[in-house]
């Protein structure tokens, strides 16, 4: 049953005795008035159930990066349209691209830009940008490193740790597995498209933060919205990583996060009301708490 608010009720008790009183008046006046107060009643409950009346499933999957945004958009989302869930299925993003390709999901997710070749069948809506921030161990001397720096370390052309400010030790690279969003983004943006010489590839972006925080000698990347202060965070060329380097691109390492959709298909009410909910200024807030950055506000 429809929760009746203190508004609707007073309105609905407005009416009533509007036509009471007039009804025992008698005459026309009081069957138009009475008329007018129950269409006034019934505007008022459209209006009280305009919002809530989907139901279904709406099915993402893909970026294990954008865990924390589709978990607060997700609890966002249940406030408006209590009927309608949304599933998550954390798989990398490319498999959330090619869910969407294949139609075996409503909404892929993609923690990095479409490929020319991908555009053909989807869609791509950022709805966030997230840096990927370089993580090394807290015990580390090392504090910032430049994109060079990093492309020569991930390599293996700088293979110990002093020939960039840190001790004596040999560098420890830490990465994700192929078909990873971060590895993709990280590896682009550092021109080192499949060259890196990983010691470990891992399959999400914890196991990287866990790894590194166990090795002195390791260097990872992850999203900034799963950083937490188990690790150390390294500017790039004097740059934090942060919402607001990363919104005014002077991080240089950072990418979108994307809704990817298929072209062929209408989505349903409830797959267009959560992209919409998640595009609006609305969803401002929940994306920062998440720990990444919004675009629409």
Known sequence: MKKITRRSFITVCGAAAAAMALTACGGAASSTVASSAAESTSSSAAAETAAGTLSGNVATGGSTSMK???????????????GVTVSYDPTGSGAGITGATDKTLDIGLS????KDDEKNDVDGTTVALDGIAIVVNKASKVVDLTVDQLKQMFTGEITNWKDVGGDDGEIVLVGREAGSGTRDGFESIVDVKDSCKYAQELTATGAVI????ANPLAVGYASLSAVGDTVAMVTVEGVECSED????GSYKIQRPFVFVTNKSVTLSEQAQAFVDFATSK?????IRTAGAVPVNE
């Open 210 to 213: 866990s790894a590194v925080e």
């Open 245 to 248: 380097t990363v919104k005014d």
């Open 111 to 114: 923690s990095r830009a479409l």
């Open 68 to 82: 924390n945004v589709i978990a607060a958009l997700t609890e966002g989302f249940a406030e408006v349209e209590p």
């Open 282 to 286: 609305d969803a401002a807030d929940l």
